[in-house]
């Protein structure tokens, strides 16, 4: 194409009497378009077919569900029983698994440290062994050094409109620990903790876990969480945890629930280990945590 385009300025040029200065200057000029010219016929099914590619998108709706039903299927493959995971994500709280409102246990240590540490700084040492150790005698005197309601506003604060139990349920263990709460409310809870009034010593704490409870979120790097665990009436253990895991932008704010069909508190720790190892490639496409009203998916 290049040696036609020339001749034929060539020809018109000769016609026209014009210099061979001329000639060489026309040359010059179309140079870069019959290069240009030149190489596009060849290709030209692949510029318009990447033409037409649709731009990266965000991860559907369905994908999420779909990855998240995935980490928990594979979980109770492994290990029986039930498995639940919530992600406070933007406007939407994304779930999958069992949504059911079991026994907080230890997770709300959380609320009562906060609500505690309102009434008295003083009682940091005692919120330090109740959030970093799971202390049960801290958390004690934190729960008779409060009221009730005053934990349910901290709660209220961290948009979970629900009351602290005050009543004992199994006589060997706290009325406070039987509080029912969700995997969609402790992620919402742990989306907003930052905008409580009084709780940024106690979601310091939740960065430093005694290494014999970093398991689950705990494996997750710089999470700060919050674990609890114990028995049914039959005595099969349940592991619920609740917590923030940095990315790039920010943090995320996650909840799981774990009871393995053993029963055993070694077989949930192992089982709530998968689910966070299986959640780690899914972290990216949420968006960070935030404090606002949610829906649920």
């Not at 290049?2 to 009497?17: D, Y």
């Not at 901290?154 to 039987?178: C, D, H, M, R, W």
């Not at 005694?210 to 705990?218: R, T």
Request: net charge negative; aromatic share 8%; glycine share 8%.
């Amino acid at each position: 194409m290049k040696h036609r385009l020339l001749l034929l300025f060539l020809a018109g040029a000769l016609a026209s009497c014009s210099s061979v200065e001329n000639i060489q200057s026309t040359e010059l000029e179309l140079e870069p378009e019959a290069t240009l010219l030149s190489g596009y016929p060849e290709h030209a099914s692949e510029l318009v077919e990447d033409s037409l590619l649709p731009f990266e998108s965000e991860p559907s709706a369905q994908t999420i569900t779909d990855a998240l039903n995935q980490v928990v299927d594979d979980a109770v493959a492994s290990f029986g029983g039930e498995a639940g995971i919530a992600v406070a994500s933007g406007d939407l709280v994304w779930s999958a698994g069992d949504t059911t409102a079991h026994p907080a246990w230890s997770t709300i240590k959380v609320p009562i440290s906060i609500a505690a540490l309102r009434q008295n700084p003083e009682l940091y040492p005692q919120v330090e062994a109740a959030i970093s150790y799971s202390d049960n005698a801290a958390a004690d005197v934190l729960w008779q050094s409060t009221n009730p309601h005053l934990v349910d506003e901290v709660l209220a604060e961290g948009k979970n409109f629900i009351s602290v139990n005050t009543e004992k349920v199994y006589p060997e263990f706290s009325a406070y620990g039987q509080t029912p709460w969700s995997v969609e409310d402790r992620a919402v809870f742990a989306s907003n903790l930052p905008c409580i009034s009084g709780a940024e010593s106690v979601l310091d704490l939740m960065g430093n876990i005694v290494e014999s409870q970093s398991y689950g979120l705990g494996r997750l790097a710089g999470a700060r969480f919050k674990g609890g665990w114990g028995p049914d009436l039959n005595g099969n253990y349940q592991v619920s945890q609740l917590g923030r895991i940095p990315v790039e932008s920010g943090d995320v704010s996650i909840a799981i629930t774990v009871s393995p069909a053993a029963g055993t508190y070694e077989a949930s720790q192992e089982m709530a280990d998968m689910v966070a190892n299986g959640l780690l490639p899914e972290i990216d496409q949420f968006s960070v945590s935030d404090c606002r009203e949610r829906s649920t998916l």
